[in-house]
């Protein structure tokens, strides 16, 4: 974190754009992905954070680059106070008309 204060949110579209620059997405359709690169979020919101204190693990081969990281850390919002209301887990669920009720079920 490069400063103390309460996760507020953690913003996807930065980080998506790092990992895809990084091997983790394609740009056309039967591009090569690399199955080495990714990330694991280790903070949630509302949840303090020290100066210093990791809040992202990246995977990947190669090297950032100061921009790279310019853009991972803008990607974390703090904030001096915890939230108030943290947003709900799943925001919205949705599900093609007529399909049944329940838990997705494999067809074999």
């Known amino acids: 974190s490069p400063s103390p204060?309460?996760?507020?949110q953690v913003r996807a579209l930065p980080l998506?754009?790092?990992?895809?620059?990084?091997?983790?997405?394609?740009?056309?359709?039967?591009d090569a992905v690399n199955p080495r690169v990714g990330a694991e979020l280790l903070v949630g919101?509302?949840?303090?954070?020290r100066a210093g204190e990791p809040w992202l693990?990246?995977?990947h081969e190669g090297t950032l680059g100061a921009e790279g990281r310019r853009q991972l850390?803008?990607?974390l919002c703090l904030g001096p106070e915890p939230p108030r209301d943290?947003?709900?887990?799943?925001?919205?669920?949705i599900?093609?008309?007529g399909a049944p009720p329940g838990p997705c079920r494999d067809s074999q």
């Open 73 to 75: 850390q803008a990607a």
């Open 16 to 30: 998506a754009r790092v990992l895809h620059r990084l091997g983790a997405g394609r740009a056309r359709a039967g």
């Open 95 to 97: 599900v093609p008309p």
């Open 86 to 93: 943290p947003p709900p887990l799943v925001a919205e669920t």
């Open 45 to 49: 919101t509302g949840q303090h954070l």
């Open 5 to 8: 204060g309460w996760v507020q």
């Open 57 to 59: 693990r990246l995977h």
